[in-house]
């Protein structure tokens, strides 16, 4: 069985994640975390957290994603946020026009649909499923739409394609926040939407999904970053010009302008390790500069940290751009309110720097990263602060009060509000098999010398290592 | 100044909350939490997650907002979620029919649109903005609407009303998870969304909110509570009859029938507690049951823990249902997907007892009810849980390394992973009057003997009672 259908499997069968509406056919594009997968979501957005705003000072804000017609107006994203499509004449099927002329090599994206059309009567290009001839192409806008209201007072509105633009409506309270100076980050983790036409890789392109955008503020003098010689690493850099660099430290990058802000150089090194953090692997990773005609216009600079996925091949998860004056510069035109600020001299509107992480990708890069299958058991060695619980407890036997003692010791641990569970069912190698399979760093069996001593056996998942401690000492390892 | 003008001022001064899309005019109903309320919003949702996933053993899901037409069919709300709506002829403005009527003291809930539009007319009901004429009183779906994909695949989906319906699909995953045992409980924090026609009371009603809907799945057999006494307390009860019982214990309440099933009761006694940890005043809250008239036909028993607001008055802060078989039957029905179990000898299909929580509600009463204003300042005296902030760390003076060393200690709380501030701008005072103003609960200050003897001042917010500890006994006492 391939990794990828032993982590659908896994997802199914123990509650990581799996299709949503089952019992209704589906709709492709969504997803359901299930307990297992929701516990080590919630970790992988903490770990975001620890690293963003406890330990950089960002602030985190939460916004609507319903959200009135004007900010994607202003943003853009009304009008040019969408694909060419055709629809099948015969059998009503939408497929996208640039991915029909791919298919038979010819490069469409960003033409206008009367040149689309021409390709695709050029070519003859026909249904593939049922040979029917297709329509006109036509625009098909990717943000799912809705309205707010009715009557006099009824509003167009879209649930937003993205957090970033909900973030920056509020800058001039961030800016209050912040006490006037610069830089400072702010950073959302929430829902987003994109109305696929038909998406098909799973987790890599969901239509409801989940982002993390730290849009950094920034005064357009000042891109340097102090910090930059702390995060330093080895990496693999494929410049804008499709060249590939092995093993190049990031700041001898900066120092030989492969990467020309070094604000952007320590983020995507800061990325890096958020990455290496959650359990994906550091050498699947990789630093790709958006080439100059795959690069919006307004961004000076843009590069990915690329995950090469034995699944789906290369994968994008995080996107880190500088953005200059565009996005808050569109809503100080579009919305009249003044974005400048008065900042060490100068009035300017600030530039931004946006980091933007899915979560669902990098999910499913941590499961496939840390997925083991060896002789006798199939493991995620998770870190174990990605973990979904930080141990499980057995009973040697349910008899003799020992699954008292295993209750007590599994009470102990929740109230030091950690994420722990208790099993007494089969075999105690049964139940390690069920805890290496959802990734538990620890196994934790009370038996007779746990009455008798107050010790327990603890076993390491990865290295199947036992040992014997005290509860008190369990505790405290635990607590961490 | 009324507590609820100064939260809102607070609000939007410190960063807590404050009306989304300001600068395109606003949209009411929507709310942005800003870096303060962020923060406690999220230890307002992981107090709920240590209360129901860590202590109780809940499971946690995530599922899309997005969810297709089927669903929302099955479980009834399309076709009767809705307000009866008139629009003036004249301005084009829309009023529920209902409120007209009832301002003029005519119950007008759940009659017919003819029966309104008589009552309407009989009363001659105009306009109240512009003193036109209504049109004929129609259906206004309180779902927003949208739909998912193009072409012959289009589908009509709303977005989702309540959490609960979401969590439901999945349930057949969910009992393979819990091993084919009753009772488990499933939580779902996450947005929901509702139309409403014009919501006036800031985060009391938002058109998209967020919840925490906990769905226990029980044997009807057996809806008992062995911890029911765990969690006793004396309670005010306002009874199906409107009738209000003071300082009833909730075990006596059960033991002569107040409230006939023991789990509901266990539930509600331990929402007290958990809206207590949140720091919401006990004295406030009351145990309200519905009314038979407004109770839904299939619930066995509802009730409500209320909060008396200074601002709203009467909030449901939660609700709390016995829902019997009928979501999980209804899905059976429409789904054609067997929703039944196998459990100790029977087959059947399980009850469920819902456990309701808004969160930016309990948010709004946290602030309500934590809010102080003393002579010489205002502060919000938050539990230590529910804090944006741990701690905030000063520099008695920026020079002789003392800023050094207040960033040191600041950079050595923060490695324990725990959310700190630190501030040197402005006298000290004035630092103590900002921390107690987002409720920080510890300040802690840097100054010469710091650099000599490693101690600290730290200062209690609510006493403002200040001691000399080292810094070793600082970072204990902060990781707790």
């Known amino acids: 069985m391939k990794i990828y259908d032993k982590i659908v499997d896994l997802g199914k069968r123990r509650g990581i994640m799996y299709p949503s509406f089952e019992i209704y056919g589906g709709l492709s594009g969504f997803v359901d975390y299930g307990p297992i997968g929701s516990r080590i979501k919630q970790n992988i957005e903490d770990l975001l957290r620890r690293h963003y705003i ?34 099948c004449e015969k ?20 033409k206008p649909p009367e040149q689309v059309k021409a390709l695709m009567d050029e070519n003859n290009i026909i249904c593939p499923k049922c040979k029917g001839t297709f329509c006109d192409p036509y625009e098909y806008d990717l943000m799912f739409s809705t309205s707010v209201g009715t009557g006099a007072k009824k509003k167009t509105a879209y649930l937003r394609p993205e957090t970033a633009q909900t973030t920056y409506l509020a800058f001039k309270r961030y800016w209050e926040y912040a006490r006037k100076r610069l830089p400072f980050g702010v950073m959302q983790i929430g829902h987003s939407f ?10 890599i392109r969901l239509r409801e999904f989940n982002q993390a955008e730290i849009q950094y503020f920034l005064d357009p003098r000042d891109k340097s970053a102090p910090n930059l010689a702390d995060f330093d690493r080895k990496v693999t850099i494929q410049d804008r010009q499709d060249i590939v660099h092995e093993d190049v430290s990031i700041v001898n990058a900066v120092e030989t302008g492969m990467i020309k802000i070094p604000f952007l150089a320590y983020q995507l090194a800061k990325a890096m390790k958020v990455f290496e953090d959650m359990g994906i692997y550091g050498t699947r990773l990789r630093l790709r500069q958006h080439r100059d005609d795959e690069k919006a216009f307004y961004s000076s600079d843009t590069w990915d940290v690329e995950y090469e996925s034995e699944a789906f091949g290369k994968i994008e998860l995080v996107g880190i751009s500088d953005r200059g004056e565009y996005d808050l510069g569109r809503h100080n035109e579009h919305s009249g309110s003044d974005m400048r600020v008065s900042f060490e001299g100068e009035k300017f509107i600030p530039h931004v720097i946006e980091v933007a992480y899915g979560v669902d990708r990098p999910f499913y890069c941590v499961l496939e990263s840390c997925y083991r299958q060896e002789e006798d058991r199939s493991l995620f060695s998770f870190p174990t ?8 407890v057995f009973s040697l036997v349910k008899k003799s009060g020992i699954k008292e003692k295993a209750e007590d010791v599994f009470n102990k641990l929740k109230d030091q509000g950690v994420f722990v569970i208790v099993d007494h069912a089969g075999s105690i190698g049964k139940r390690y098999a069920r805890a290496d399979e959802i990734g538990i760093p620890v196994c934790v069996t009370c038996d007779y010398d746990t009455l008798s001593e107050g010790t327990v056996t603890i076993r390491d998942r990865d290295s199947k290592e036992q040992k014997r401690i005290s509860v008190d000492e369990l505790i405290d390892e635990i607590r961490g």
């Open 54 to 87: 406890v330990s950089d000072g960002c602030f985190e804000v939460q916004c609507p994603t319903v959200s009135p017609e004007d900010i994607w107006i202003a943003s853009g994203h009304v009008g040019s946020f969408s694909d060419l499509l055709v629809e």
């Open 91 to 110: 059998c009503g099927e939408a497929f996208r026009a640039d991915k029909l002329l791919d298919e038979i090599n010819i490069a469409s994206e960003g």
């Open 194 to 203: 994109r109305n696929e036409i038909s998406p098909k890789q799973g987790m």
């Open 385 to 392: 602060s990605v973990a979904p619980f930080r141990a499980a």
